[in-house]
């Protein structure tokens, strides 16, 4: 089992930036890459970035190309959301996602993620 508690949301302000945090604990050995997901009332949670736990490598949607930045510290068990230049329509609660098995064809897909964190709700306000 794999425990994900996530951190670091809050009330900002458009063009503002932010970092969430995703902390990783129990079986960490077994994940092969993490992700940020995020939801708004009423909808589906939506693919935001991912990054692979061994190489680092990074994925993003395209609504947030540009603008944030996923990483890890594998020694601390962390994975980041580096969140700048923010808009009202970043406003959502974000998810930390963790999978056993992953691959980069299949990134998006919530059902991909074995483990998800309780979630931390972002405000960008206009």
């Given at each position: 089992?794999?425990?994900?508690?996530?951190?670091?949301?809050?009330?900002?302000?458009?063009?503002?930036?932010?970092?969430?945090?995703?902390?990783?604990?129990?079986?960490?050995?077994?994940?092969?890459?993490?992700?940020?997901?995020?939801?708004?009332?009423?909808?589906?949670?939506i693919?935001?970035?991912?990054?692979?736990?061994?190489g680092?490598?990074s994925?993003?949607?395209d609504?947030?190309?540009?603008?944030?930045?996923?990483?890890?510290?594998?020694?601390?068990?962390?994975?980041?959301?580096?969140?700048?230049?923010?808009?009202?329509?970043?406003?959502?609660?974000?998810?930390c996602?963790?999978?056993?098995?992953?691959?980069?064809?299949?990134?998006?897909?919530?059902?991909?993620?074995?483990?998800?964190?309780?979630?931390?709700?972002?405000?960008?306000?206009?």
């Amino acid at each position: 089992q794999v425990h994900l508690v996530e951190s670091g949301g809050g009330l900002v302000q458009a063009g503002d930036s932010l970092r969430l945090s995703c902390k990783a604990s129990g079986r960490t050995s077994s994940i092969s890459a993490m992700a940020w997901f995020r939801q708004v009332p009423g909808k589906e949670q939506i693919f935001v970035a991912a990054v692979t736990w061994s190489g680092g490598n990074s994925y993003y949607a395209d609504s947030v190309k540009g603008r944030f930045t996923i990483s890890r510290d594998n020694a601390k068990n962390t994975v980041y959301l580096q969140m700048n230049s923010v808009k009202p329509e970043d406003t959502a609660v974000y998810f930390c996602a963790a999978a056993v098995r992953w691959d980069i064809a299949t990134m998006t897909w919530r059902t991909v993620y074995d483990y998800w964190g309780q979630g931390t709700q972002v405000t960008v306000s206009s």
